[in-house]
């Protein structure tokens, strides 16, 4: 499959990080380059999906962001300086450099989801920790089934589908809650950029 060649509505895009530090022995160090942590490295720590009300997660596991309400932006932000110039009518402008995105997901909130236990997916966050995170745009929905579905496998999970992929290292930094009154619960998930962000990449395993 290529990158997404059609006009159309990311609707099932999807935030995933892994719980696999192992797999290619991941670190911070590593995915600040993709001479020493390659497209390859990061997929291979998404394989298999751990639901989100169930503990445990190593070796290719991760676990995905659900009830997603509001998607960020996604890509480097531009940081443009104005430079006076002097005896001119306007200011000249040059690239400073970018600061890293705010990364906030808004999502309807699901309480049974969000277990503090050891393991569960509540526990990642707040901790200073840092994860291997996969940002994909999706049209549409991948055809394969079960815990493999959104997982980076060859010939299936998001190979069935054209998507485009981003990775960084990144922490859970912090959950508010925002009680409603006439709608659904929601949250805001904040996650912190750790490194730079890798990508777009194809997903070309077919």
Do not use: C
């Not at 960020?72 to 450099?97: A, F």
């Amino acid at each position: 499959m290529t990158h997404i060649n059609t006009i159309g509505v990311g609707l099932y895009s999807d935030v995933a990080y892994s719980t696999d530090l192992t797999t290619g022995a991941w670190t911070l160090d590593k995915a600040q380059s993709l001479t020493t942590f390659t497209e390859a490295n990061w997929k291979a720590l998404f394989q298999t999906e751990v639901a989100v009300n169930v503990a445990g997660g190593i070796t290719g596991k991760f676990r995905r962001i659900t009830n997603i309400r509001e998607m960020p932006q996604m890509g480097t932000p531009p940081n443009i300086v104005n430079v006076p110039n002097y005896g001119g009518k306007v200011s000249k402008q040059i690239q400073g450099q970018a600061d890293s995105p705010t990364f906030e997901i808004t999502m309807n909130f699901v309480p049974q989801d969000w277990i503090t236990s050891a393991n569960y997916l509540g526990e990642y966050v707040g901790k200073s920790s840092a994860w291997p995170f996969r940002f994909t745009l999706l049209n549409a929905d991948p055809t394969t089934s079960g815990a493999t579905k959104y997982a980076s496998l060859t010939g299936s999970g998001l190979a069935t589908v054209q998507n485009t992929q981003y990775f960084f290292g990144g922490k859970l930094e912090a959950l508010q809650i925002n009680p409603q009154l006439t709608d659904s619960n929601t949250a805001i998930l904040t996650i912190s950029l750790q490194t730079e962000l890798w990508g777009p990449f194809t997903n070309d395993m077919s």
